[in-house]
T-cell receptor
Framework: GAGVSQTPSNKVTEKGKYVELRCDPI?????LYWYRQSLGQGPEFLIY????????DSGLPNDRFFAVRPEGSVSTLKIQRTERGDSAVYLC???????????FGQGTRLTVV | SQQGEEDPQALSIQEGENATMNCSYK?????LQWYRQNSGRGLVHLIL?????REKHSGRLRVTLDTSKKSSSLLITASRAADTASYFC?????????????FGKGTLLTVNP
């Protein structure tokens, strides 16, 4: 596609529920990143994929968070047993290769009530 | 953790004036990128400047980089109301983990018509 696409754009869920957030990167981009942005802050790194593998998941806050990219294109960020503190905008980005310009999607605003 | 710090936190100017935003960072970098964000959603990539570059232009944007001071500035000339947004700098560290962007908290620019 023309840009990075994220769905849904908004997600409201109840505390304790499971959610999946989807990212469709720019076609041909090998690198994919997830970031999380809380209100009034800059985005913070969660996880980086090079191809199908998670090369660095050091930013995931705890084991309730997991992400996959099974075919090296679309990625899904999965959050189990959601908590109110998980409320944030989750941003996905892709780049042609590591260390080149990263292009971001519009984000998914997750609200846990 | 946030490596970059933008300054000022908020800037309000009149249409037609120039806007200058600054960014400071802590570690050695490969690249520094500037992004714009409207209404807390997707980040729009503005410009990337490499550590061996000192200045770069793109349309009404001018970015400078001083690696000795670990700082960068973004100048927007002849500002327009549509430039109203938050602006973030993002750095990637030289050496390991250089795919990981570290953002500051951003500068909120308001351009008054």
């Amino acid at each position: 596609g023309a840009g990075v696409s994220q769905t849904p754009s908004n997600k409201v869920t109840e505390k304790g529920k499971y959610v999946e957030l989807r990212c469709d990167p720019i076609s041909g981009h090998t690198a994919l990143y997830w970031y999380r942005q809380s209100l009034g802050q800059g985005p913070e790194f969660l996880i980086y994929f090079q191809g199908t593998g998670a090369a660095d998941d050091s930013g995931l806050p705890n084991d309730r968070f997991f992400a996959v990219r099974p075919e090296g294109s679309v990625s899904t960020l999965k959050i189990q047993r959601t908590e109110r503190g998980d409320s944030a905008v989750y941003l996905c980005a892709s780049s042609l290769y590591q260390n080149t310009e990263a292009f971001f999607g519009q984000g998914t605003r997750l609200t846990v009530v | 953790s946030q490596q970059g710090e933008e300054d000022p936190q908020a800037l309000s100017i009149q249409e037609g004036e120039n806007a200058t935003m600054n960014c400071s960072y802590k570690t050695s970098i490969n690249n520094l990128q500037w992004y714009r964000q409207n209404s807390g959603r997707g980040l729009v990539h503005l410009i990337l400047i490499r550590s061996n570059e000192r200045e770069k232009h793109s349309g009404r944007l001018r970015v400078t980089l001083d690696t000795s001071k670990k700082s960068s500035s973004l100048l927007i000339t002849a500002s327009r109301a549509a430039d109203t947004a938050s602006y973030f700098c993002a750095t990637d560290r030289s050496g390991g983990s250089n795919y990981k962007l570290t953002f500051g908290k951003g500068t909120l620019l308001t351009v008054n018509p």
